[in-house]
């Protein structure tokens, strides 16, 4: 569609069967609604977030390489069930409460 702007573009093989709304509604959607200066500016949009989501990651693998020296700790806090998702919770939950856990009074 962005690469070539104001020709129809058939969406039948992106429409999963289960969508409520018909083909047709969908194609007149689609149909037309992108002129050349939009395609521009969406491509510099989408340029910039996958800049973002590289950025991201290089960031996160750095937070990640920081957080080696305290693996056990980390994996033992991936043991809350809520907490197993996502690495990066759990090391921003570590780095709020730290590695000391005398302040706490009981477990």
């Known amino acids: 569609m962005l690469n070539h702007p104001g020709e129809s573009f058939d969406v039948t093989p992106f429409v999963d069967r289960r969508c409520k709304t ?3 509604e969908i194609q007149a959607a689609v149909d037309g609604a992108i002129s050349p200066e939009q395609a521009i500016k ?5 340029t910039h977030i996958d800049e973002l989501e590289a950025y991201r990651k290089l960031i996160e693998n750095a ?10 700790t980390l994996n033992l806090l991936r043991t809350f069930s809520s ?6 919770t759990v090391i921003d939950i570590f780095s709020e409460i730290g ?3 005398s302040v706490f009074p009981t477990s």
Not at 42 to 46: A, G
Not at 64 to 69: F, G, H, I, K
Not at 83 to 88: A, G, I, T, V
Request: without cysteine.
């Open 63 to 72: 937070i990640l390489s920081l957080a080696e020296p305290f693996t056990l």
């Open 42 to 46: 969406l491509r510099q949009y989408l």
């Open 83 to 88: 907490l197993d998702k996502s690495p990066m």
């Open 99 to 101: 590695s000391n856990m």
């Open 22 to 24: 018909s083909i047709p």
